[in-house]
């Protein structure tokens, strides 16, 4: 197999103000139990306070999950999403990502990372020979947008985060990769900032994880110079993609 060739990650692609952000609304809150399931004909009884908790093992499978985001009321997200985006890519993958949230286009399709930044990152996946709808499962901290692309908040974060537990113990990845800030924060509860963090592995709940600069930075980081945004997600991904090798070329 040929060595990727570097210039396919920094080909230019012009920013897009609406590449990030998540949703979700209110409903009557349902106490459950730490050993209840979630039936289908009880989706409309969806916790809907962040604070009373969705148990590990709730869904038999990914298609359980997103029907029941789809109803998702556990914040008030969902009074302006238009779509949940649940995810994309191969169930099956070894390599899972994580990014912050829908952005408008994201939003419209109800598939994350399909704007300009969502452009970049399959550039930056084909540049060490992954695909994004074979190699990759790809999901976000929130499931929703928020209004105006903002930040979601932690409260936010919080009543998504059950779902994207469910995600990670079902597809079960080798490797993490977290991109941006709100990724981190929201999987490791990690204050430092991702330009001290990215590139380097860390370790969750028996799992590789790296956090990485979030494409839509790459895109307002337009430098191809050693030392640059663009050039240091170079070596990033280069290096997951040996430990991936590594990982399933194991026994």
């Not at 809150?29 to 809907?48: F, T």
């Not at 779509?83 to 990502?97: E, Y």
């Not at 079902?170 to 924060?185: E, F, S, Y």
Request: with cysteine; net charge negative.
């Amino acid at each position: 197999m040929n060595e990727p060739q570097q210039f396919s990650l920094f080909e230019e692609i012009s920013p897009l103000a609406s590449d990030v952000a998540p949703n979700i609304s209110e409903g009557e809150a349902v106490k459950l139990s730490p050993d209840d399931k979630i039936a289908p004909e009880d989706y409309d009884k969806i916790p809907s306070s962040s604070s009373i908790s969705i148990p590990p093992g709730t869904y038999e499978n990914l298609e359980a999950l997103g029907e029941h985001c789809q109803v998702c009321q556990r914040c008030d997200l969902g009074a302006t999403r238009t779509h949940v985006v649940v995810s994309r890519g191969n169930p099956q993958a070894r390599l899972m990502i994580i990014g912050e949230g829908p952005g408008q286009m994201e939003d419209e399709t109800g598939l994350p990372f399909v704007g300009k930044a969502g452009q970049l990152l399959d550039k930056i996946l084909a540049s060490v020979n992954l695909d994004r709808d074979r190699d990759v499962y790809i999901c976000n901290i929130v499931k929703c947008r928020p209004p105006g692309n903002r930040v979601p908040t932690p409260e936010e974060s919080a009543a998504c985060l059950p779902y994207l537990l469910e995600q990670i113990r079902l597809v079960d990845p080798k490797i993490i990769l977290l991109a941006g800030a709100t990724a981190v924060r929201g999987l490791l509860n990690e204050k430092q900032g991702i330009t001290k963090l990215r590139g380097k592995w860390l370790e969750w709940n028996g799992r590789l994880c790296m956090p990485i600069l979030h494409p839509a930075y790459l895109l307002r980081n337009a430098s191809r110079q050693p030392g640059s945004p663009k050039w240091l997600t170079w070596q990033d991904m280069q290096a997951v993609r040996d430990r991936l090798h590594q990982l399933t070329s194991q026994p």
